[in-house]
């Protein structure tokens, strides 16, 4: 079904490049390997500085497993995902990937479509109703039941929890409950069938729909960003089977290393290896 892909990063850039300038719409699919190009790493030193406290009490090593930590109270599992919270959605990337990749999008009739959680798209200034977030959002919350299919914007209570925490605890008088229920609220992430997908979501879901039927049998490309295989399903398969269909998509993505193409779509595919970052950039000052 599929063939590794070796052709030359300059060359592909270059018809990457050309792909762009010519294109109708261009949809951005996104994973965590984009943030990741932008510096929101969940482990290493980003790590170290931001909780180096909670790896010496409870030994965990990175962001990522530390969401999932059997916190003892309430009071620590919020002052976790506060500071969590606080550095991953409303503070901006360290490198402004997401602001190249707006100026190669922003005079085109483009749709971001993302499996990432961290807001840096709107925080770029890439257009609200534009973007689907199909994975949830750290800047909202939901009931942990869930008794009701809503979801809270947690911004105010997120910088207390974060500026008032001691000890790694939280306080108790700032801890969420669902105001329907009293449970404990939770993060609105897709971990398990208790994910709420609210009205915004499903709004945001149309608007996606729309545009791709919109843009059926144009020239379009569908632009990869840092999408592993954990979820191919959302992205990555998707955008192979959107390029087989039609003859004048483009199927394109920038990666470090080896990734598979199916062969069918070989003709219309476009790999450009290196750090998606560096990459944006550079199509960015060639077009200028």
């Given at each position: 079904?599929?063939?590794?892909?070796?052709?030359?990063?300059?060359?592909?850039?270059?018809?990457?490049?050309?792909?762009?300038?010519?294109?109708?719409?261009?949809?951005?699919?996104?994973?965590?390997?984009?943030?990741?190009?932008?510096?929101?790493?969940?482990?290493?030193?980003?790590?170290?500085?931001?909780?180096?406290?909670?790896?010496?009490?409870?030994?965990?090593?990175?962001?990522?497993?530390?969401?999932?930590?059997?916190?003892?109270?309430?009071?620590?599992?919020?002052?976790?995902?506060?500071?969590?919270?606080?550095?991953?959605?409303?503070?901006?990337?360290?490198?402004?990937?997401?602001?190249?990749?707006?100026?190669?999008?922003?005079?085109?009739?483009?749709?971001?479509?993302?499996?990432?959680?961290?807001?840096?798209?709107?925080?770029?200034?890439?257009?609200?109703?534009?973007?689907?977030?199909?994975?949830?959002?750290?800047?909202?919350?939901?009931c942990s039941r869930p008794c009701h299919q809503r979801t809270y914007d947690n911004e105010e209570?997120?910088?207390?929890?974060?500026?008032?925490?001691?000890?790694?605890?939280?306080?108790?008088?700032?801890?969420?409950?669902?105001?329907?229920?009293?449970?404990?609220?939770?993060?609105?992430?897709?971990?398990?069938?208790?994910?709420?997908?609210?009205?915004?979501?499903?709004?945001a879901q149309e608007r996606y729909h729309d545009f791709l039927r919109r843009h059926e049998g144009?020239?379009?490309?569908?632009?990869?960003?840092?999408?592993?295989?954990?979820?191919?399903?959302?992205?990555?398969?998707?955008?192979?089977?959107?390029?087989?269909?039609?003859?004048?998509?483009?199927?394109?993505?920038?990666?470090?290393?080896?990734?598979?193409?199916?062969?069918?779509?070989?003709?219309?595919?476009?790999?450009?290896?290196?750090?998606?970052?560096?990459?944006?950039?550079?199509?960015?000052?060639?077009k200028r």
């Open positions: 079904m599929t063939r590794r892909s070796t052709a030359v990063s300059s060359a592909q850039a270059e018809r990457l490049r050309q792909a762009l300038d010519g294109a109708d719409a261009v949809v951005v699919g996104a994973g965590a390997g984009l943030s990741a190009s932008a510096g929101l790493t969940y482990s290493g030193k980003r790590f170290e500085e931001n909780f180096g406290d909670f790896k010496e009490k409870y030994g965990i090593q990175d962001m990522y497993s530390g969401g999932f930590y059997p916190f003892p109270s309430l009071e620590e599992y919020w002052a976790w995902w506060s500071r969590h919270i606080m550095v991953n959605r409303y503070q901006h990337a360290p490198r402004p990937v997401y602001d190249a990749l707006l100026a190669l999008v922003e005079r085109k009739d483009y749709f971001v479509l993302t499996t990432n959680v961290d807001h840096q798209f709107q925080m770029a200034g890439f257009d609200k109703k534009r973007l689907f977030y199909t994975q949830g959002d750290y800047g909202l919350w939901q209570t997120v910088r207390r929890m974060f500026s008032e925490q001691r000890d790694m605890r939280a306080p108790s008088e700032l801890i969420p409950r669902c105001p329907v229920c009293g449970r404990p609220m939770t993060m609105n992430l897709r971990a398990d069938d208790t994910f709420v997908q609210d009205g915004g979501w499903y709004q144009s020239r379009t490309v569908f632009l990869e960003l840092g999408v592993g295989g954990n979820t191919p399903g959302i992205i990555k398969y998707p955008f192979w089977n959107m390029t087989a269909q039609n003859p004048a998509a483009v199927y394109a993505w920038i990666n470090n290393g080896q990734f598979f193409c199916p062969e069918k779509i070989l003709g219309q595919a476009v790999r450009v290896d290196g750090d998606i970052g560096e990459v944006l950039a550079a199509l960015g000052q060639d």
